[in-house]
């Protein structure tokens, strides 16, 4: 029985270390906003991770051939991506105020819904994280036909993991904000609005010449 779910620990663990926009941002959050800043950021990577499950369980195969064989999937996901980033990094330099976005947390309260609703987001527009859930859909779920709440349970340790490990990555941020100073939080800001930028155009180039 438990070892069914073994495998769900290793897919969380990979799952929270892939290299991606949400990889950057959630350390970027952590230190530029603050530690409960940072974990409803990854609360709503969550709620779209919920939502990315969903279509798969729900989905066929022919979903999963539709991304990978139709190339507009990644262009809009290379659009989404680079907006959001464009926006992120223009917003930086209109207002001058946003030069003094590190919050102190014990005087300042974060916007945490804000933080929630761009962890979302960020997540939701990626679509290769939906191919990551039709994957493990299809790979695990024939396994869990004749017990299908078991998939769910199957996906709950996915997250499970994934949070947990993600939860110790935002404290490791936080013990590095103190050796850091606002312009060098700055400077993270913006590489890490930059690599969301790149990966976008690196979608959009693939979407239209793969």
């Given amino acids: 029985m438990i070892s069914d779910f073994l495998p769900a620990i290793f897919l969380g663990i990979i799952l929270s270390f892939t290299i991606g926009p949400v990889f950057f941002t959630i350390l970027e959050v952590s230190v530029s906003k603050g530690f409960k800043a940072a974990v409803f950021f990854n609360i709503g990577v969550v709620f779209s991770e919920i939502v990315f499950f969903a279509i798969a369980y729900v989905s066929t195969s022919s979903l999963l051939e539709s991304i990978q064989d139709n190339p507009s999937w990644k262009v809009l ?41 761009k962890g979302f987001l960020l997540n939701i527009i990626n679509f290769a994280v939906l191919v990551f859930w039709i994957l493990i859909v299809a790979n695990y779920g024939p396994g869990f036909k004749e017990t299908q709440y078991k998939m769910v349970v199957f996906f709950l340790v996915i997250v499970g993991t994934y949070f947990t490990i993600d939860l110790g990555k935002i404290y490791l941020a936080q013990q590095l904000k103190t050796s850091l100073t606002k312009k060098i939080i700055t400077k993270i800001k913006i590489a890490v609005n930059t690599i969301i930028l790149i990966i976008g155009f690196v979608l959009i180039f693939k979407g239209f010449f793969e």
């Fill in 77 to 117: 996901g290379g659009v989404l991506l680079s907006f959001y980033a464009g926006i992120t990094l223009l917003g930086m330099y209109q207002n001058k105020e946003e030069k003094e976005f590190m919050i102190d947390s014990e005087t300042v309260s974060p916007n945490l819904l804000k933080n929630l609703i």
